[in-house]
């Protein structure tokens, strides 16, 4: 098991990492290739504070059942009668199954394929078929009370799933604070996700912190998104930077896309004049990367699998419902197939930061004072997380 403690040469790297971005350095190379450092970092970073690992959407009947995994721990999102969401451990309280291996609606039942244990959609442990033997359902043995599923603390914001595996991460409001207050202009708009043709994947071959880091920054702008940079420059975005949790960039010249006859999405009412052209992209650390704009947003969720395997799930959502009909299908998948093609651009550049991860001829690199600010707030979050309780 990795201790960092140990590691003399790391802490004095992470240390160096936290000092002002003039000389900071970037994180070290263990943290992104190698397994036993990758995975004391993901669980540091994802289960002893607050990690999303999914969507409302994605449970969005009652008895619908999620299963999904963060750090290795496998979770299960569950809908109940009454609309509520949680979180459980997915595994059985007998013999360590897995209970779902993939998402399904269940008739308020949750059965475990092994030796039929069932629990109900509060987690509670139903039946133990035959524990006493043929015939015998119960056994004075087996408190059901004390074998339900065991419950993660969990919270929803925006259509995001969030839990906190370790318990340890403090008040679920305060971790969305600064990303709400940011987008307050927003914060009462009912999102409506466009559906299918607004939900898209990508498997990157690369560390999920890169993907992150990626997206703080517009200085690859120019040159990793000419399309883009040809209306929104380098020079018309700003940093978001110097906050606890979230880093990003915004453009001051958001230009809606268009269809064939001119139609575009309908924007939220009276929103300052701030949104009439601007929009922002946030990375709400760990593992979500938004954009808003005063027509749609978007999510992206980041699931490592492994040190230098990382999924994007992105989910585009709007803020007026027509938006959702078949009237507007062209364009949502006309805003869809743009966004991918912009995810798209990143590929190449996020895959060769990890393979360049692996050379001894690079020990974290230098930040730009001036352009990497949203960067090195993320480097400086991981090295403090990283440092807690050394
Ligand atoms: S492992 Fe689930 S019932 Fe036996
Ligand atoms: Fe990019």
């Known amino acids: 098991m990795f201790d960092l403690s140990q590691h003399h040469d790391l802490i004095d790297h992470l240390q160096q990492v936290t000092q002002p971005i003039q000389t900071a350095k970037g994180l070290p190379n263990p943290f992104y290739v190698d397994p036993e450092a990758t995975l004391f970092e993901q669980k540091r970073l994802l289960l002893d504070g607050w990690a999303c690992i999914g969507f409302g959407h994605d449970v969005a009947r009652p008895g619908a059942l999620h299963p999904t ?76 009370a004390k074998l339900g599923l065991v419950p993660v603390t969990s919270g929803e914001w925006r259509d995001l799933v969030f839990v906190n595996v370790s318990g340890d991460g403090g008040d679920f409001a305060d971790f969305t604070a600064p990303l709400a207050e940011r987008w307050v202009d927003f914060n009462s708009v009912d999102l409506h996700h466009g559906g299918a043709d607004s939900s898209f994947q990508l498997t990157l071959q690369t560390n999920w912190k890169l993907a992150v880091e990626n997206y703080c920054e517009s200085y690859h702008l120019p040159w990793i998104h000419p399309g883009l940079n040809s209306y929104s420059r380098i020079e018309d975005h700003y940093h978001i930077e110097g906050q606890e949790v979230i880093s990003g960039q915004g453009t001051r010249v958001y230009r809606q896309i268009e269809g064939a006859q001119g139609q575009s999405f309908p924007s939220v009412p009276n929103l300052p004049a701030k949104w009439h052209r601007g929009a922002e992209y946030v990375a709400l650390f760990p593992n979500v990367l938004s954009g808003v704009h005063k027509d749609h947003m978007y999510h992206i969720l980041l699931t490592p699998l492994g040190p230098t395997q990382t999924i994007e799930r992105v989910e585009i959502y709007y803020f007026d419902a027509r938006a959702t009909t078949a009237e507007f299908a062209e364009l949502r998948q006309q805003n869809a197939a743009l966004w991918r093609g912009v995810f798209i651009e990143d590929v190449n550049v996020v895959e060769r930061m990890q393979r360049g991860r692996a050379s001894p001829g690079f020990d974290g690199g230098t930040f730009s004072p001036v352009m990497d600010p949203p960067t090195h707030d993320f480097h400086k979050w991981v090295a403090e997380r990283l440092l807690t309780g050394l």
């Open 69 to 144: 995994e963060l750090a290795g721990v496998p979770l299960l999102m569950v809908r109940d009668r009454d609309g509520n969401l949680q979180v459980f451990h997915n595994v059985c309280q007998h013999r360590g199954v897995t209970l779902v291996e993939s998402p399904t609606t269940c008739r308020g039942l949750i059965r475990c394929p092994y030796h039929s244990w069932t629990y109900g959609l509060d987690g509670q442990l139903k039946a133990t078929p035959m524990v006493g033997g043929a015939g015998r359902h119960r056994h004075p043995c087996i408190n059901t």
